[in-house]
Nanobody
Framework: EVQLVESGGGAVQPGGSLSPACAASGFPFSLTPMSWVRQAPGKGPEWVSSIGTRGVTITYADSVKGRFAISRDNAKNTLYLQMNSLKPDDTAVYYC??????????????RGQGTQVTVSS
């Protein structure tokens, strides 16, 4: 059974940083491209970033480019998202998911509990 457990969210002021993580199990993580998506209150899911199996191929949504950094540790079956220069518009529940997604691909409703990120002064 695929399990994805997100952690590391929180509440910060604009300009702050957070580093959510996603612990994966139940599938061959090192062979699986991964992505982060987010969902803000009252809005549909939004793709944030994707990473290939070796961590070489990486893409970001324009809204987070230059501020967020995705990475993975295949030895630990863990996906990360370093979030810097956070803005109020980044407020959302953040989910990790399998697959190499993009802004043009339709997103399924996120599963799992996600991790809440709140950016507010």
């Amino acid at each position: 059974e695929v399990q994805l457990v997100e952690s590391g969210g929180g509440a910060v002021q604009p300009g702050g940083s957070l580093s959510p993580a996603c612990a994966a199990s139940g599938f061959p993580f090192s062979l699986t491209p991964m992505s982060w998506v987010r969902q803000a209150p009252g809005k549909g899911p939004e793709w944030v970033s994707s990473i290939g199996t070796r961590g070489v191929t990486i893409t970001y949504a324009d809204s987070v480019k230059g501020r967020f950094a995705i990475s993975r540790d295949n030895a630990k079956n863990t996906l990360y998202l370093q979030m810097n220069s956070l803005k109020p518009d980044d407020t959302a529940v953040y989910y990790c998911t399998t697959g190499f997604l993009s802004a043009t691909k339709p997103l399924s409703p996120p599963r799992g509990q996600g991790t809440q990120v709140t950016v507010s002064s």
